[in-house]
């Protein structure tokens, strides 16, 4: 069974820096398209960033140029680097892997907490 295991949350203060990690259990990492979703209270989750099979990343407007995706052959993870956070990057991160003929999964979240 395949599962993903987020870890690295945490509260930090404006400017600081975050780094998450998610662990493909069960999985290899490379074989799966990843991305990092997250959800603030009362809000929809939106998409952060994702990384595809052959490397490509894409990242949402508003963490351009501060948070970084990028995975790990060794570990079997997939990683964000946030950087220079802001109080409106606060909420639940949720990792997530796709993968052509396989069901979608999704990590069990992790909390972000940036305070101004």
């Known amino acids: 069974q395949v599962r993903l295991v987020e870890s690295g949350g945490g509260s930090v203060q404006a400017g600081g820096s975050l780094r998450l990690s998610c662990l493909v259990s069960?999985?290899?990492?490379?074989?799966?398209?990843m991305a990092w979703y997250r959800q603030a209270p009362g809000k929809s989750r939106e998409l952060v960033a994702s990384i595809s099979t052959s490397d490509n990343s894409n990242y949402a407007d508003f963490v351009k140029g501060r948070f970084t995706i990028s995975r790990s052959f060794v570990q079997n993870t997939v990683e964000l680097q946030m950087n220079d956070l802001v109080p409106e990057d606060s909420g639940v991160y949720y990792c997530n892997a796709r993968r052509s003929g396989s069901n979608e999964l999704w990590g069990q979240g992790i909390l972000v907490t940036v305070s101004s």
């Open positions: 069960g999985s290899f990492v490379m074989s799966h398209f």
